[in-house]
């Protein structure tokens, strides 16, 4: 079973505490990155669906045909190749995926971190692909489709809204993050025994699509954890520094008070103006 033969809504993801998210279908208003794409795609599928020697043009210099993405620098290819499409349901199962999951992810990380990371999973499934079958493991073909950044969208998604309901097949609800395992699993088994499957090619451009659409999230996750802890690491040392000034500002205060302004060292007295300047500071604003 690919891609296209699987059927998925999205629920209305608002759920607060531990309760589980309520399940209905709904059409969110389309973003921006994500209409232009279901344009661009629906338009070359058109163009190469009812001119058929168009379509060849466009699969014979725009796909990812291993032996020339992987001895060439053809490297525009991993790109384009995201964008051409064999069939109406192949077009039509990415496209419905990319208008429920691309909406959303868009409208969470605005529009141009949003297209950044789905042609950064597309590219990477385009690239999976042809080492594979260089090596020998998978038959050489056309790689087409955005199915590496499709996967890699459901990747996102599984990881940053884990118990959001999917439905396969229109019938079974599954929570993201099982329909996520589900998808890496076929996708392997589909690789590991490429003579049985039709579509080993495109489960390995499936498979790196969803790596690096887990990796980008993950990666994003871990570098704002970094920076909130590197800003609370400075807010604790300045926190620290503080208290040490004051106690040491209490401390001169003390000894004005017991023997008087000339007691102080030369060190004493620069340390308590700065205080006092400090302090007149911090009263102004």
């Not at 209905?24 to 209409?35: A, D, E, L, S």
């Not at 969208?153 to 599954?174: D, K, N, S, W």
Request: hydrophobic letters at 45%.
């Amino acid at each position: 079973m690919g891609l296209y033969d699987r059927d998925y809504t999205q629920e209305d993801f608002h759920s607060s505490g531990h309760s589980a998210p309520h399940m209905r279908i709904q059409f969110p208003r389309i973003t921006p990155v994500v209409k232009w794409l279901l344009i661009i795609n629906i338009v070359v599928f058109l163009s190469g669906y009812l001119i058929p020697r168009f379509g060849v043009f466009l699969l014979d210099g725009f796909s990812v045909w291993p032996k020339t993405t992987g001895t060439t620098m053809q490297v525009w290819r991993y790109i384009t190749y995201q964008f051409l499409h064999g069939s109406p349901g192949h077009i039509f199962w990415n496209m419905f995926v990319l208008y429920f999951f691309g909406t959303m992810i868009e409208n969470l990380w605005g529009s141009r971190k949003f297209l950044t990371f789905y042609l950064i999973c597309g590219t990477t499934g385009g690239i999976f692909y042809p080492i594979l079958a260089l090596i020998g493991w998978l038959p050489i073909a056309h790689l087409i489709g955005a199915s590496g950044s499709i996967l890699g969208m459901l990747a996102a998604a599984a990881i940053l809204f884990p118990r959001m309901v999917v439905y396969l097949f229109g019938v079974f609800p599954l929570k993201m993050y099982v329909m996520a395992i589900i998808l890496v699993v076929m996708s392997l088994l589909s690789i590991l025994r490429p003579d049985v499957s039709p579509n080993a090619g495109g489960e390995a451009a499936h498979l790196g699509g969803m790596c690096a659409g887990a990796v980008y999230v993950l990666s994003e996750r871990w570098r704002q954890q970094l920076k909130m802890k590197v800003h609370k690491n400075i807010w604790q040392s300045k926190m620290t520094d503080h208290r040490i000034l004051q106690m040491e500002v209490d401390r001169i205060l003390k000894k004005v008070h017991d023997k008087g302004m000339h007691s102080l060292t030369y060190k004493e007295k620069k340390i308590l103006k700065q205080a006092t300047k400090t302090e007149q500071m911090r009263n102004k604003f």
